[in-house]
């Protein structure tokens, strides 16, 4: 039977702190408080990617900096559009990444990536990952975000996942952990904040960062 473990994008495979820190900078230059500044941020893009029926991801980024500016008044979060969706371009892989893909790819694993997020985008995530991953499917190719159960059922019928050896391997708790337990698929969370699981949702494997793999995979 083949092989394939599906991995969750941001947080467990990049580091989204420079988006973050760059809204903060934003803020910082406008005398507005980063730390609210990135709160609203977090609060509305959660609001557009769950709360509405689907929008492409840089139509929900430049949904997401207009409240910004409506929250705090101003007209200096949307003039930053074309920066937000760069630096999202720009993140770069944690430090466990690279080796651990290529010990997989080494053991036989097919690695498949599932991600909020569109092509443009995860065009330049591939290249960083140095072409290891088998293939990705993303909310653009869904039409919904995760953790809408939707994402993931047409995962399982894209890949086939009923006729694989597959587990699900992500960071975001409730993005990832949660639905694969709905729908009962093997996963492992990628605990990288060391914060307390859920018994509910188990059974699950935890590890602290990603080259934790190579021990039981």
Avoid at 128 to 152: A, M, R, W
Wanted: with cysteine; net charge negative; proline share 4%.
């Amino acid at each position: 039977m083949d092989k394939i473990l599906t991995f969750d994008c941001y947080g467990t495979l990049f580091d989204t702190k420079p988006l973050y820190d760059y809204i903060g900078n934003i803020a910082s230059a406008n005398n507005i408080s980063p730390e609210k500044a990135k709160a609203v941020f977090i609060n509305y893009e959660d609001r557009l990617m769950y709360g509405e029926n689907y929008i492409p991801y840089d139509m929900l980024l430049e949904g997401i900096l207009e409240y910004c500016d409506m929250q705090f008044s101003t007209d200096s979060f949307c003039r930053e559009l074309e920066n937000v969706i760069q630096i999202h371009a720009d993140f770069s892989p944690f430090f466990d990444v690279l080796e651990t893909f290529s010990f997989l790819k080494a053991k036989g694993y097919s690695i498949y990536i599932m991600s909020n997020t569109n092509h443009m985008i995860m065009d330049n995530h591939i290249k960083k990952l140095e072409g290891l991953p088998d293939g990705v499917i993303l909310s653009e190719d869904t039409h919904c975000y995760k953790p809408q159960l939707n994402f993931f059922k047409k995962t399982y019928d894209i890949l086939d996942l009923g006729n694989k050896d597959h587990c699900h391997i992500a960071k975001g708790f409730w993005w990832d952990i949660v639905p694969c337990s709905k729908l009962n698929w093997n996963k492992i969370w990628v605990n990288r904040d060391g914060i307390q699981g859920n018994e509910r949702y188990k059974p699950y494997q935890e590890i602290l960062s990603l080259n934790e793999l190579t021990k039981i995979l």
